[in-house]
């Protein structure tokens, strides 16, 4: 089979098959080029201009990196016969260059919009729809693979243990959606916290027979590797915080939901629909409505501007003090433009999904928690902040300042979180 | 109203816990509870342990946070150990569902972590195939289907769970 050979910014060379490459070609992926994986951020950002056709590619590179390396230091124990690891080696692929393709306009930024399908969803049903799943099929002779065995990666009622298995290595907590968007975001937003050792988290892969005595084989991390996984988890903390959560990003997120709610109302259903809605029919549509308020804040990069902000890690108390002031907003503002933002996340999900890292003396798993101070350290992100047009922005601050400091617990103007910036 | 009553069921599950209460005991009781009809609306899938949640697993660590439970990590670096928490007592469970999830105790709150697991993952395999397959061959299926994603334990294992299951009327 002949190879095809494509330019990547992270891997060099991405290698596709002529299957693969006849994948790429359909109009399916092909809109991927047209969703900007980072939707608005390149208004803050201007290099984050990057879609999610190179980062599937990406994501399809990391995930056979990472079952090359664990066929490599494990093959004797998962008992796989060379059919077997390839079918599975090819299954992973196509999954992984294909999980994106039902993504919304603007990627998660208009995920909210109804019908409110999970992306997933929708990718699942472009691969069993043509001209996707003809071509998955044409595997099915030398591999025995379907497009409905790649389907089953995005189903709930996946019963196949291989699957199982190889869904690990594609969305799990060290995962290669992950190791691909985080070093990505951070090359084209030029914000260098997102950068971390990638090759020598991939190199520390093993599998591990599962301590909790269900005896599969689960993946964790040599404990040579810890610390490239701790630069893993604080990229995606500072990322969040410097990109995913930067304020004017949020304010854009605001402004597109709102006209897309006015003027799209919701997405179609019928993947035929679907395929045409990328960010190029919305930026039409909005300069069709050019004189919405939202789209002009859009494509005049005039947004709502931050009048106060709660710190990244608020408290019970911290909560519950925002909550007072956001009602009291909305009494004493009702004349003034304010919107709310909520900006939350889990620096990791290692409560969720529990990963072990081996101990250097005697080989045996811990949990990742308990091993590393770093990451067991890192506080959820909670983040709470009132947005207003630039005119209305100093007395909708004066007055959350004041309000947020009287209302303190304990000593007066103990938490000034805020300023005009 | 929805989160209320799943706070209020995985309360209800520790307080009535006969063995040591882990995480995975607790996605599989929680799974045996939804599917006595309980609405929790928890999205289930397979994982290592069998079925799984990950919305589940998140609020367990909500909850923990919150004082409602208390999630410990075991001291030999693996597992978790789930009690009810300072707060607990907030959540109570209407009698309708109280009594479903005595009965899910009942029937399998002696089950080890083992047992649990292989039970559940026999439930949703039989669940996802029973709609395919004609049903003389479904138990046959089931068996294989659970040997390959369960392959340390034996077959007399996964018989004598599907039995128990059986004898219970859940399959």
Same mark, same amino acid.
């Given at each position: ?15 596709? /098959? ?69 079918? /599975? ?11 994106? $393709? ?113 005896? /599969? ?59 045409? =809605?990328?960010? /190029? ?46 009602? $009291? ?6 004349? $003034? ?18 990963? =072990? ?65 | ?20 209460? @882990? %995480?995975?005991?607790?996605? %599989?009781?929680? !799974? ?10 928890? &999205? !289930?899938?397979? !994982?290592?342990? @069998? ?15 919150? &004082? ?8 030999? @670096?693996? &597992?978790?150990?789930?009690?009810? @928490?300072?707060?607990?007592? %907030? ?5 309708? !569902? ?10 399998? &709150? ?20 029973? %709609? ?40």
């Amino acid at each position: 089979m002949q190879m095809k050979e494509v330019r990547d910014p992270i891997h060099g060379f991405i290698y596709f /098959n002529e299957t693969e490459m006849k994948i790429v070609n359909t109009p399916t992926f092909q809109r991927l080029r047209y969703i900007r994986q980072l939707a608005l951020t390149y208004l803050v950002y201007p290099g984050a201009e990057h879609s999610r056709f190179a980062h599937s590619m990406g994501v399809m590179e990391f995930a056979t990196k990472m079952f090359d390396t664990l066929m490599m230091k494990h093959l004797g124990q998962l008992r796989w016969n060379k059919a077997r690891v390839n079918r /599975n080696r090819q299954l992973l692929r196509l999954a992984a260059l294909l999980h994106d $393709t039902g993504h919304a306009p603007f990627s998660h930024a208009s995920e909210d919009l109804p019908p409110g399908i999970k992306h997933e969803e929708i990718s699942r049903q472009f691969i069993l729809a043509q001209p996707v799943s003809s071509l998955i099929n044409e595997f099915k002779r030398a591999l025995g693979i379907t497009a409905h065995d790649v389907a089953s990666f995005f189903s709930a009622e996946n019963i196949d243990p291989d699957v199982v298995f190889l869904k690990g290595i594609f969305a799990g907590e060290i995962d290669a959606d992950k190791l691909d968007y985080l070093y990505r975001d951070s090359l084209f937003s030029g914000v260098h916290y997102g950068r971390f050792d990638y090759q020598r988290l991939i190199q520390s892969l093993c599998l591990i027979e599962d301590p909790e005595g269900a005896g /599969n084989l689960i993946m964790a991390i040599e404990h040579g590797g810890l610390h490239a996984l701790e630069a893993m988890v604080l990229a995606r903390y500072f990322m969040f915080t410097q990109v995913y959560f930067h304020k004017i990003r949020r304010a854009y997120d605001h402004h597109l939901l709102d006209f897309l709610r006015k003027y799209v109302k919701k997405y179609p259903t019928s993947l035929k629909e679907y395929v045409k =809605y990328d960010d /190029n029919r919305i930026f039409s549509l909005m300069r069709t409505h050019s004189r919405d308020e939202d789209a002009k804040r859009i494509l005049t990069r005039n947004p709502f501007v931050q009048a106060f902000t709660t710190p990244e890690h608020i408290d019970e108390e911290q909560r519950t003090r925002f909550n007072w002031l956001q009602e $009291t907003l909305r009494r004493e503002f009702r004349d $003034t433009k304010i919107f709310y933002d909520a900006a939350e996340k889990s620096p990791h999900k290692f409560e969720k999904i529990e990963t =072990y890292v081996l101990s250097p003396s005697t080989g045996a798993p811990s949990l990742v928690q308990a091993e590393s101070g770093i990451i067991r350290g890192l506080k959820n992100i909670e983040q709470y902040r009132v947005f207003t047009p630039k005119e209305s922005k100093q007395k909708v601050h004066n007055f959350c300042t004041q309000f947020w400091n009287d209302h303190a617990a304990g000593a007066a103007g103990a938490t000034a979180a805020a300023g005009p910036n | 109203m929805q989160k209320e009553l799943r706070v209020a069921v995985i309360v209800a599950l520790a307080q009535s816990a006969q063995t040591r209460l @882990g %995480k995975t005991q607790v996605q %599989k009781l929680v !799974y045996f509870a939804q599917n006595s009809a309980v609405p929790l609306e928890y &999205g !289930y899938e397979i !994982y290592h342990y @069998g079925p799984y949640s990950f919305d589940l697993a998140r609020e367990l660590g909500s909850l923990d946070a919150l &004082g409602v439970l208390n999630v410990e990590s075991d001291p030999n @670096g693996f &597992g978790f150990d789930i009690s009810v @928490g300072k707060f607990a007592e %907030k959540f109570k469970l209407e009698a309708k !569902y109280q009594r479903k999830i005595e009965k899910v105790i009942d029937q399998f &709150g002696r089950d080890t972590a083992a047992q649990l697991e292989v039970k559940a993952t026999i439930h949703f395999v039989y669940s996802v195939i029973k %709609k395919r397959i004609p049903s003389g061959k479904i138990k046959a299926e089931v068996i294989k289907k659970v040997g390959a994603l369960k392959p340390r334990f034996t077959e007399v294992f996964i018989r004598n769970c599907y039995s128990d299951l059986e004898k219970m009327d859940w399959i």
